[in-house]
Structures are given as C-alpha cells and as structure tokens.
Nanobody
C-alpha cells in the first residue's frame, strides 16, 4: 500500500514563498513520476509541476520561473518551492505519484495567498 504525506501549506502574502513537501511510503517502483496538482473552487484539478525519478521536470506555464520542483530519492520525497506567490495561486495542492502505472493521491494541503 502506498501512502503520500504532504506538508507545508498555509497563508502567505502576495510575493511571498512557501515550500511544499510530499513523502511517499510503501511499495514504490524505482521508476516513478511525482507531481503537484492544484484545484480551486469551481475549477478542474490542474498539473502544476512534475518530476521523474531521474530528475526530468515539467511545469505549467503559469508557474514557470516562480516554482521549482525537486526530489530526494533516498527519502522518496519531492518538494515544491513556490516563490513570488500570487492570489491566483490560491488552491488546494495535491501530491500525486505514479508507480507501476497506478496513480496515488495525497490528502491535499491548502495554500492561500492573500494580504
């Protein structure tokens, strides 16, 4: 059984920074993709950033240059460093892992950007 534990959400002022982390445990393939999605009320869940076990990354256009995804393979953990946050970044952020072709989701962490 695979579990994802997220942390790092909260309230921040516009222009501020937050770092999210997601740690996976359980039976995980050596070849995985982990990423962060977000969803705000009335919208579809969207991919923010993703990272493979060998370090390939991709980002949504809306966060390029502001967000950075990184990994620690030894800890089965990915991080999302979010800088220059904007009110439109407000959402519930979900960690996602694809392992052996199966998607897993974290419980979600709220990020609120407001003055």
């Amino acid at each position: 059984q695979v579990q994802l534990v997220e942390s790092g959400g909260g309230l921040v002022q516009p222009g501020g920074s937050l770092r999210l982390s997601c740690t996976a445990s359980g039976s995980i393939s050596r070849f995985w993709v982990m990423g962060w999605y977000r969803q705000s009320p009335g919208t579809q869940r969207e991919l923010v950033a993703s990272c493979t076990n060998i370090g390939s990354t991709s980002y949504a256009d809306s966060v390029k240059g502001r967000f950075t995804i990184s990994r620690d393979n030894a800890k089965n953990t990915v991080y999302l460093q979010m800088n220059s946050l904007k009110p439109e970044d407000t959402a519930v952020y979900y960690c996602n892992l694809k392992s052996f072709g199966v998607p897993y989701w974290g419980q979600g962490t709220q990020v609120t950007v407001s003055s």
